[in-house]
Antibody
């Protein structure tokens, strides 16, 4: 069965960086784009960007473009999201989610989700 | 950017009730609209995509309808497991915005 397993909760100080991992299993890792979506406490869902596990290509929402990097390691079927220059506004649960794909093209909705990683930014 | 507005923001209903949630887009997004269900402390779960297509494994009491800028999620007979928050999301074009959610409480 398809599973996305994320790394554990993080506590960071303002100005620091955080790197969250998402390990995929149960399907061919290279086929489906992986998106990152975050949810601030008690708030809605915010799309951050995607990584193509096959090519390593990425696309980021303009809001995060200057300080996010999404990468992948195909040898361990894992994608990463690194967010730098953290502020208290970045306190949120970060989810990875799989794109179901339409042939070779992303469909831009999300059929399987990781369990979420809470990132807390506090001095 | 295409903005998504959901109504109502909160809803209280009884087991067995028919429940309808509406999502309105600021520009046409048809048919690129998905619905998700999120329970407290859990990740969202895909219910409907392409406005009307039921995701595999999702109970048939859930259905989606609509076109253009107005879409509806219907639960034909509410079950206790259906509490939580429902989100719509368009994927017509970047950025792929979500609505703010409809919180469904079981009476």
């Amino acid at each position: 069965q398809v599973q996305l397993v994320q790394s554990g909760a993080e506590v960071k100080k303002p100005g620091a960086s955080v790197k969250v991992s998402c390990q995929a299993s149960g399907y061919r890792f290279n086929v489906n784009f992986i998106h990152w979506i975050r949810q601030a406490p008690g708030q809605g869902l915010e799309w951050m960007g995607w990584v193509n596990p096959h090519s390593g290509d990425t696309n980021y929402d303009q809001k995060f473009r200057a300080r996010v990097i999404m990468t992948r390691d195909t040898s361990i079927s894992t994608v990463y999201m690194e967010l730098s220059r953290l502020t208290s506004d970045d306190t949120a649960i970060y989810y990875c989610a799989r794109d179901p794909m339409h042939g070779d093209y992303p469909f831009y909705h999300f059929d399987y989700w990781g369990q979420g990683t809470l990132v807390t930014v506090s001095s | 950017d295409i903005q998504m507005a959901q109504s109502p923001s909160t809803l209280s209903a009884s087991v067995g009730d028919r429940v309808t949630i509406t999502c309105r887009a600021s520009h046409t997004v048809s048919p690129w609209l998905a619905w998700y269900h999120q329970k407290p402390g859990k990740a969202p779960k895909l219910l409907i995509y392409k406005a009307t297509t039921l995701q595999s494994g999702v109970p048939s009491r859930f259905s989606g309808s609509g076109s253009g800028t107005e879409f509806t999620l219907t639960i034909s007979a509410l079950q206790p497991d259906d509490f939580g928050t429902y989100y719509c999301q368009h994927y017509k074009s970047y950025p792929y915005n979500f609505g703010l959610g409809t919180k469904l409480e079981i009476k």
